[in-house]
């Protein structure tokens, strides 16, 4: 038993860190042949960043695939009951998120983020390939990571939820990180976070996460594309 969790503690570390390095050093190969990412057009990088999640996904896949396939063999057979006793969440996550952005934007008197703005100019310029990206190779990535990987890590459910949840946030705050204001929604980018960690917490089944962390970086897309170009 104690030879199994050590096991499962080691995959989990070195899905993470594989994670980190590649989401580290995604540029590197750039850089080796001298191309200058900032004189890329938009749905250049998108790509680019696409070809990156997806060597990402291909390697964490590889580590936890009997997993996976279990997983996804489970999520098949019992989709309809996990939609009814987690889709709600979401609605959790909804409230939660708009009471933290209100309380930010009363402290700050501004609810944007640089990670916000990132992503509105890239859906901008390219919105069907910022699309594809936020509702498809993001979000499996980030499930594969946050939490697959961590579950590995943390076998206390409840700091497995916060590890999870924080550094998810971390992870999209900190890299544009400009000034004090914007550690406020390291709060903002944890909800979803643990709302995705205590779904696959409680279904021990990966693709409850996915599903919702799709749909809420979908529909959410949807609607600033709705508004901007409409």
Known sequence: MKENTEKNIIKGCFAFLAYYLIYSFADLPLVLFKIDKTKLTYSTVLIYNIFIDIISILIIYFIFRKEIKKMWNDFLENKDEYFKKYFKYWFLLLGLLMLSNVIIYFITGDMSTANQESINKFTDHSPELMFLLATTCGPILEEFAFRLSFRQIFKDDILFILASGIMFGAFHVIPLYSNWTDLLHLVSYSIPGFIFAYVFKDSKNIF???????????????????????
């Open 208 to 230: 409850n996460s996915i599903g919702l962390h799709i749909f809420h970086n979908g529909l959410t897309l949807s609607l600033y594309i709705l508004t901007k170009f409409l």
